[in-house]
């Protein structure tokens, strides 16, 4: 069978996404590849669709069992004999599997990185042929990525003690140089193809939020649709816990996962969130990893965490399938310090030099410092985060909270020269301010702490003395996120940059885009945009047989698929494997009811039209 028809029989797609096609030729021609995609572009299909036209077993390395039992559970629905092994198998089952894989049943086997090199699984590797290792999660092997897991190293290991060199391909999200290059070389990747996928997602809205209480504007923002499937990031298990409690005692469905809990807990919290039981998951940047639920349709940052590449990924767990989602982050300051808190105070990575932490740490605090002008940006986020992972992008996106806002542009060159001056003369003093204490000299405020410096002489003092402090705090925000102002140590202390002269002598103009009050900005929204009774009917066939083959109803199809089916309302099995995301294996368990339950729909329809 050629890919083409692979695609379409097993996986239900009938073309390729741009980058799938390079990839799968360059693993079908023998060339080792690097995939370098955002999260839900669509990776696993890369290897999968290869791994079912090669002879032999395909390894797939992955860093978590979650992510192994899902996308097993996920290839078996689509009728692919897949396996995994890890640590929660217990040894009847890891029997069964390996059995399986002596006799060559199983296509495509995930694998535990610290399984790799045991006894047993090598044993297995030289008996059975192994045409492709694919590396899932790739950049877990570099030190400088965020990720860094030592058994990753092993890898390369392992594919030098198999019988015959098998293709190698490797697949991350991450793309910093330095990373790619650290998986070229400590993987042993040769003759590469190398693609990266643009790191767009389209459907995704991106907005950032200062809320004055950052509760009350998450109920609002719950409020607008309730049934929506939601992941809330906290940074912090005690914020998890008091989040997760207000919300159901508020009447939402809402449970969490942390590192805190037992084992057994967080599997059932998980599953009632996979299985729909709860549509709201509270957590901690522990989960998700490896839960490809295709549903979610909005993620809210309850905290601003840690970095680009953290927020991204978390963010774009939204709108899998496709469909319209919101990412929201709330930010304050406190977030910036809380950040700084945790990477003063993570555990170290005891395989590391002492100069290797060293280094680590000043890329983390460089990481968080360019989170925190995400967060303070006033021009489109879209092109923010794309321009951070090295993509193009236009101007405006027309899809995210300031390309939507109702900003009026105004020229603060002269207060932004009046804020940097003053940061100067401090700083001639020996004297460095935080943003409150600035905003403080400006206003002349007279105040303890500002007593103690005497600053009554500072020709500074004061001279903002008519703006509002909280405006005074925006035009900062907005200098810090445009590059003119950094923070810098413990305790943010305000310092001018290499371009802050060229604003001061009046050489550049500061055009600050001030948000006109009350504006009412709202994401687009495709939930609504097929036939909302039809799409609420084939939902609940969708658990109903979810229920019964046990399994989460988004393994059975997407909501991109039912909705692909209110849109062509097919009523034959061929016009059934017209929709996106039906395969063959699935059009026949499952278009039968499918069908009905859409030919009924006609019928009725048809009765309440005649009746009038
Ligand atoms: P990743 O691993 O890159 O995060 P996945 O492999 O889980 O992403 O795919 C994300 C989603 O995109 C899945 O719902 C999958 O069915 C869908 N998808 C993948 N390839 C295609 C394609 N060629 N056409 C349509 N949908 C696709
Ligand atoms: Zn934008």
């Known amino acids: 069978m050629n890919k083409t028809r692979i695609l379409k029989e097993y996986f239900g797609h009938s073309a390729f996404r741009g980058g799938q096609e390079e990839l799968v030729d360059g693993i079908l021609s023998g060339h080792d590849v690097l995939g370098v995609m955002p999260t839900g572009a669509g990776k696993s299909v890369c290897y999968q669709v290869p791994a079912l036209m090669l002879d032999g077993m395909t390894i797939v390395v992955s860093p978590l ?133 643009g790191f767009d997602r389209k459907n995704l809205y991106f907005s950032v939020q200062k809320p004055k209480s950052k509760y009350d504007s998450l109920v609002e923002l719950l409020d607008k ?114 950040n700084r808190f945790l990477i003063d105070n993570t555990d170290d990575n005891p395989e590391l030099t002492r100069e290797q932490r060293r280094e680590i740490r000043r890329l983390d605090i460089e990481r968080l410092d360019k989170m925190t002008g995400y967060c303070l940006y006033t021009r489109c986020f879209r092109r923010y985060i794309l321009g951070y992972f090295g993509d193009m992008a236009p101007e405006n996106c027309g899809n995210c909270s300031n390309c ?99 604003l001061v002598r009046g050489k550049i103009k500061f055009m600050f885009k001030k948000r006109k009050p009350k504006a009412e900005v709202r994401a687009r929204s495709n939930v609504y945009d097929v036939d909302y009774t039809l799409f609420s009917q084939l939902k609940a066939l969708r658990s109903e047989i979810a229920k019964r083959e046990r399994t989460a109803a988004y393994i059975i199809f997407s909501d991109a698929a039912l909705r692909d089916m209110c849109r062509k309302m097919p009523t034959t099995i061929e016009e059934f494997l017209e929709v996106a995301g039906v395969g063959k294996l699935k059009a026949k368990k499952y278009g039968t009811e499918f069908t009905e339950c859409i030919r009924d729909y006609i019928k009725l329809y048809i009765i309440i039209l005649r009746s009038f």
């Open 65 to 197: 069992i979650s992510l192994m039992k899902d996308q097993v559970s996920a290839l078996r629905q689509s009728g692919i004999n897949a396996g995994y092994i890890n640590s929660s198998l217990d040894a009847g089952q890891s029997r069964a599997v390996y059995r399986a894989a002596y006799s060559g049943e199983i296509k495509i086997l995930y694998a535990a990185p610290e399984r790799l090199l045991t006894d047993g699984f090598l044993n297995l590797c030289t008996q059975v042929k192994i045409p492709l290792v694919t590396v899932d999660e790739a950049h877990c092997i570099s030190q400088w990525g965020q990720d860094f897991r030592p058994s990753y190293l092993r890898i390369a290991e392992f594919i030098k003690t198999l019988p015959e060199r098998p293709v190698t391909a490797a697949f991350t999200a991450t793309a910093t140089e330095q990373v790619r290059n650290d998986i070229k070389e400590l993987l042993g990747l040769k003759k590469t193809i190398e693609i990266t996928k």
């Open 225 to 338: 649709t309730p049934d929506r499937c939601t992941i809330i990031y906290c940074l912090t298990r005690k914020t998890v816990e008091d989040v997760c409690r207000k919300l159901n005692i508020n009447g939402f469905k809402a449970t969490r996962y942390h590192a805190g809990l037992s084992d057994a807990e967080r599997r059932k919290n998980q599953d009632d969130f996979i299985f729909d039981r709860k549509n709201i998951m509270v957590a901690t940047n522990a989960f998700g990893m490896g839960i490809d639920k295709s549903n979610v349709g909005l993620v809210v940052h309850y905290n601003m965490p840690k970095n680009m590449e953290s927020y991204y990924q978390e963010a774009g767990r939204a709108g899998r399938d496709g469909s319209d989602a919101e990412c929201v982050l709330f930010y304050s300051g406190q977030d910036v310090r809380t």
């Open 404 to 502: 939507l806002a109702d900003f009026e542009t105004v020229d603060m060159t002269v207060e932004a020269q009046k804020i940097l001056s003053c940061v100067y003369r401090l700083k001639q003093r020996g004297i460095g301010f935080g943003k409150n204490s600035l905003i403080d000299v400006l206003r002349g405020s007279q105040n303890a702490k500002l007593a103690k410096y005497d600053l009554s002489d500072l020709s500074t003092y004061g001279i903002m003395s008519d703006d509002s402090a909280e405006n005074i705090g925006d035009i900062i925000d907005s200098l810090i996120g445009r590059g003119y102002l950094k923070q810098t140590g413990e305790y943010m202390i305000l310092d001018t940059t290499e371009t802050s002269p060229a």
